[in-house]
């Protein structure tokens, strides 16, 4: 004769003998749980599909399969975060600090910091050289806590009306320097560029930071 487990569905072969003294309440022997045999007594072997214990090892083996799936899942769902968003990072004050030791350690060069929020232009001059050329002259300071990559300048030109007669992008490709084109953090930098300017008469400038980049 044999019973069945309710839990884990282990079928045993059992005796009258064994029946009668524990009047059938056995114990499983894998999952130690106690059942009337009584209730599921049969005479035939249950063809189970697999043993329980086997069933209960596969979960197990599956779930460590399953922790170590997620925890890859996460790291790659983490790069690729770190990836797209990875401009966001390098500019984030917070993470800058983290971002600069973590490419130190992987001996990397980092990019400039770059917000232009925090630079501010506190003198801006143009001059007529000669001719058609004038000279612009800028003084610019970054107020950040971390060196940053020279940001991008809006050059607009108005005639004596106070009609905008042209905007003119200025990248750290067009400023004939020596310097470094990076700013130090908490330091200012003096820009200087000639420009061919064929408004006649230039009635006036703006410049102000390009803030998208
Ligand atoms: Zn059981």
Redesign the pocket.
Known sequence: MYTQ??????QRQISIKELRSSRGMIK??????E?DALELLSDKQVRQPKS?QLEENRFNVNSVYWKIGSFLGIICLLFQWAYFNYQAIINNAQFRSTSVYITQLLNVQLPHYHNPAEIEIIHSDLQNDHDDIYRLKTILINHAEFTQKLPDLKLTLIDITGQVVTETILTDRHFQTDELLVMPSNEAIKLTISLLILVQPLGGYEMELVHES
């Not at 487990?5 to 282990?10: E, G, Y």
């Not at 499983?28 to 749980?33: G, K």
């Open positions: 487990c309710p839990i884990c569905k282990h499983c022997a894998l999952c130690s749980e059942f329980a």
